[in-house]
């Protein structure tokens, strides 16, 4: 009897034991992120890494009474390692944001390199963790860790995730707004990738398909160029963050829900797609099951208006650009 409920009771904690690390911890997003994977009570380690920073905000976080011990890493001391070494799931927000009139592909030269040496760690130190990629441009960045990691015979496709859960909630909260709806009860699947025209919201999809043309126009618009609206009012200050954490809390608490072998857990997320593969386009973002292995399921984009068929071909040339433009980054600079 005592071993049955022993053994029960040890079920239950291993099943929600799990070290998840956060590289880019100090910065704008990092730290609202990080105290929100805090707050999940999946996370018993949270290790917070950053090039400065991220021992300040570790013992911030860490007087929360939530059952996980948090420590703060830099560079010094294989600080990177040590953050790195048995995390189950690594989010990396790393990296500069956007200022005012700038794209994200205009972060490229400076997340590239960045994002490539974490991803390098990653694979040397926890190669069997789930990666999710917020530093921008994802469209990029996903293809830079998937290089970096192939190249250590380190990468498994069903584990690499470019969060674009931002461009999911943005849709949610502006067709609300247009609907005149409680924005917590609208879904809307977005696909593509994580910029500008790459962005496809599938209003169709959703019970607000008969909306006039000019406020579709609009809302689809402002959804995919929602985050210029934060960069332009930030003025120079930077681009989404509190609605950045918001998102990618809510992505990483799925991915750990999927870990955890719980049912149904779907997310929309930009990773290795079969869904245009064919077509030179490897990474797509689509509705997919999480689960114990990391994805567990592609899911069709489903049915699509013509609108949407000529939004999701605008953005497939946008995104082979995108790709290719990661992918020739690591082979000329490893
Ligand atoms: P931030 O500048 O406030 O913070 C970035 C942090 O990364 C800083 O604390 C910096 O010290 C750290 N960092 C830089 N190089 C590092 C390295 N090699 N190792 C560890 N840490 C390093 O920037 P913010 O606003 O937090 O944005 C971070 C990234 O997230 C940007 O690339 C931004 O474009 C992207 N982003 C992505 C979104 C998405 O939907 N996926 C939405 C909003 C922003």
Redesign the pocket.
Known sequence: MFNRVARRAFSSTAASNYKVAV????????QPLSLLMKLNNKVTDLAL?????APGVAADVSHVPTNSTVKGYG?EEEG?KQALSGADVVII??????KPGMS?DD?FNT?AS?VR??ASAAGDYCPKAALC??????NSTVPIVAETLAKKGAYDPKKLF??????ILRASRFISEVANTNPTQEKVSVVGG?SGVTIVPLISQTTHKGLPKDKLDALINRIQFG?DEVVKAKNGA????LS?AQ??ARFAGSVLNGLAGEADVVENSYVENPVFAKEGVKFFSTPITLGPEGVKEYHAIGETSDLEDQLIATAKETLKKNIEKGVNFVEQTS
Not at 162 to 167: A, C, F
Not at 238 to 241: I, K, L, Q, R
Request: net charge neutral; charged share 10%.
């Open positions: 590289l880019g911890a100090a910065g704008g997003i990092g890494y950053d090039l400065r920073g560079p990177l927000p790393a990296g500069v944001p956007r994200r972060l997340n960045i040496d974490l990629i917020i530093s921008n441009p994802v470019g969060v674009t859960t931002l461009d994580h985050g930077g681009s989404a963050t950045m998102a990618g």
